[in-house]
């Protein structure tokens, strides 16, 4: 039991991360069309992270998308899952890496470089823990956010009761929420760490990520049901810029901490944002040191330190890029994250069809937001 609540953890907390901040500023003017969506990628990050699993069974081991590509097709296959798996994790950790700058930086006025060189020492510190005692961290880390989260929406849902839910629905912008939203249930990097640890039994695997999934998706939909309320009952004009996306991550945490009016509500704020990126941060570079420790490199430590530098140097260079590095990272994910899957599947399932349409929507969008 302690083993399969611990791959639930590490699939919820992989989840849970800059979809909190993210979902907000690309949700605001969907209504419940946003709820739709997310309960549809409940489904769809389900069985697209089945379908990999299915993979690791036929191969008989624990095996990373990369790996698996390679075994089970050409070689161009292998390139275009290769570079989208590393293009998509490298972008994600560099997300969450400047996410905790930017958030240490709006509370304490810290050097953003300084944190990202830490967040890099830190995380190769994490990943060189046995497998036990990597996994009780994350546990404890995850089980912390979710009381976090759960006091923090409470609070906030209940100091603006008054306030009326949103209704109105702009269909324009669902094409910049699709591929964010499949960003935010970013769970399938970890499927070889999470049937490797449950040596392959496929039940305990499939509920493992059916409970993991569960969780974020009820997270960011209370979550972002009581972010809006507590905005509209609190600053009209702020809704404003949040709905013309004048907003930055920045802005919109700071906001949340100060208007609860509440000192120790504001720590938990505090503390919700950093657990929920850093969580996510764990299980992505888990998922990456599997890649490049089976593909790549094999010495652990060299794999490690690949893992955390390559982010720790973007973060310090490239110009803020939040909501488009994650909405791009949604288009780049679509390819090892359902398509490499559904080709290298020998047996197919109309869960894995419809999984393949949704991917090739999400594609879609990106391509037309971008062209826009």
């Not at 392959?200 to 998706?217: H, N, Q, T, W």
């Not at 090892?336 to 047996?347: A, D, E, S």
Request: proline share 2%; net charge positive.
């Amino acid at each position: 039991m302690k083993k399969l609540l611990n791959a639930t953890f590490l699939v919820s907390g992989t989840a849970i991360g800059a979809g909190l901040i993210s979902l907000p500023l690309t949700a605001v003017n969907l209504g419940i069309a946003a709820v739709i969506i997310t309960v549809i990628m409940i489904f769809v990050a389900y069985r697209s992270s089945m379908m990999t699993i299915e993979l690791n069974t036929r191969n008989g081991q624990a095996a990373s998308i990369v790996e698996l590509s390679r075994k089970f097709s050409g070689s161009t296959a292998f390139a275009i899952t290769l570079a989208s798996f590393y293009i998509l994790s490298f972008s994600l950790l560099t997300v969450y890496f400047f996410a905790i700058a930017s958030s240490l930086n709006a509370f304490f006025a810290v050097d953003e470089r300084l944190v990202a060189l830490i967040c890099g020492a830190v995380l190769f510190v994490i990943l060189g823990l046995n497998v036990r005692l990597f996994s009780s961290i994350n546990s404890a880390l995850v089980i912390a956010l979710l009381v976090i989260v759960v006091v923090a929406m409470c609070k906030i849902g209940i100091s603006s009761l008054e306030a009326h839910g949103f209704t109105s629905i702009k269909f324009s912008e669902i094409p910049a929420f699709l591929p964010v939203i499949l960003t935010s249930f970013g769970v399938q990097n970890i499927c070889a760490n999470v049937y490797g640890y449950l040596n392959g039994d496929k039940r305990k695997i499939r509920y493992s990520f059916l409970l993991g999934i569960l969780i974020p998706a009820a997270i960011y939909i209370g979550w972002n049901y009581c972010v809006f309320k507590n905005v509209l009952a609190t600053d009209v004009d702020f809704l404003h810029r949040l709905q013309a996306h004048q907003v930055s991550v920045g802005e919109l945490i700071k906001f949340l901490c100060e208007s609860s009016k509440d000192a120790y509500i504001e720590v938990f704020l505090e503390g919700l944002t950093l657990l929920a990126i850093i969580t996510s941060a764990i299980g992505m570079g888990a998922g990456l040191l599997k890649s490049i420790r089976t593909s790549i490199i094999p010495q652990k430590n060299i794999s490690s330190a690949i893992v955390c530098l390559i982010p720790v140097i973007l973060a310090i260079t490239v110009p803020n890029a939040f909501i488009n590095v994650l909405s791009f990272g949604g288009m780049i994910a679509t390819t090892f994250v359902i398509f490499v899957p559904y080709y290298l599947l020998q047996k197919r399932t109309l869960g894995d069809l419809f999984c393949l349409l949704f991917g090739a929507t999400v594609v879609l969008c990106e391509l037309l937001r971008i062209g826009g």
